[in-house]
């Protein structure tokens, strides 16, 4: 069964520094997103992607995010400068088509720590 | 703002009992509801789904049941077993606007079976 794969699953990084998360999502699929998850939390929406642009993104996604896609299969999100806050599970997802009904792959998850 | 919301944090049932899972919403304009069960580790698992012009959806040993009267959504769970446990979410999309991909998630509620 196609999944979405994410790495790392653990990424330890300092204050300041710059993270980049990979996405591989499911090969047909064509919309992507981006969401985070703060320890004990729900999880909320960050970015989504579809035709090399954002489509929408959260008050979340402020200019220290970027998101990619580099090549015909990586969907990346990128964090310019990491703060403590931004510590959490990030998700990617990616759905075959958008609109209302259509269902999100969820990714494993990449846990971000920020010392 | 408007939200999605769990009534109960935890929920403990015995292995073979039904589960209730509920959920409150707010947002009048929503179209469209998943439920979605995260296990230790894991991204979020589409289980059901259902549309804002239903009140009933079926699926194995899942039930989804929707009142917008009382805007609430819950999720039963027949003869609950051991590899039910796990913190279930219900979200929601709103099929207006631009707002058509992403979703709103509740804060989980951690459903653990004693066999």
């Known amino acids: 069964e196609p999944e979405v794969t994410q790495t790392p699953s653990h990424q330890v990084t300092q204050m300041g520094q710059e993270v980049i998360l990979r996405c591989v999502p499911i090969?047909?699929?064509?919309?992507f997103y981006w969401y985070r998850q703060i320890l004990g939390q729900k999880v909320e929406f960050l970015v989504s992607?579809?035709?090399?642009?954002?489509?929408?993104k959260s008050e979340i996604f402020d200019d220290q995010f970027s998101v990619e896609r580099p090549d015909g299969s990586n969907f990346t999100l990128k964090i310019r400068s990491t703060k403590l806050e931004d510590s959490a599970m990030y998700f990617c997802?990616?759905?075959?088509?958008?609109?209302?009904?259509?269902?999100?792959?969820f990714g494993p998850g990449t846990r971000l720590t920020v010392l | 703002g408007e939200s999605v919301g769990l009534h109960l944090p935890t929920l403990s049932v015995q292995e073979g009992d039904n589960s209730i899972i509920n959920c409150a919403y707010s947002?009048?304009?929503?179209?469209?509801f998943i439920w979605y069960k995260q296990e230790s580790g894991k991204g979020p698992q589409f289980i059901i789904d259902i549309r804002s012009n239903m009140d009933k959806r079926q699926g194995q040993r899942v039930t989804v049941l929707l009142n917008k009267t009382v805007k609430h959504l819950s999720l039963q769970i027949a003869a609950t077993q051991p590899g039910d446990s796990a913190v279930y979410f219900c979200?929601?999309?709103?099929?207006?606007?631009?707002?058509?991909?992403?979703?709103?998630f509740g804060k989980g509620t951690k459903l653990s079976v004693k066999p």
């Open positions: 997802a990616s759905s075959a088509g958008t609109g209302v009904y259509n269902e999100q792959f």
């Open positions: 979200a929601e999309k709103v099929g207006y606007g631009g707002s058509q991909g992403n979703l709103i």
């Open positions: 992607f579809y035709n090399n642009e954002i489509s929408e």
């Open positions: 947002n009048s304009a929503s179209d469209y």
């Open positions: 090969s047909n699929h064509l919309y």
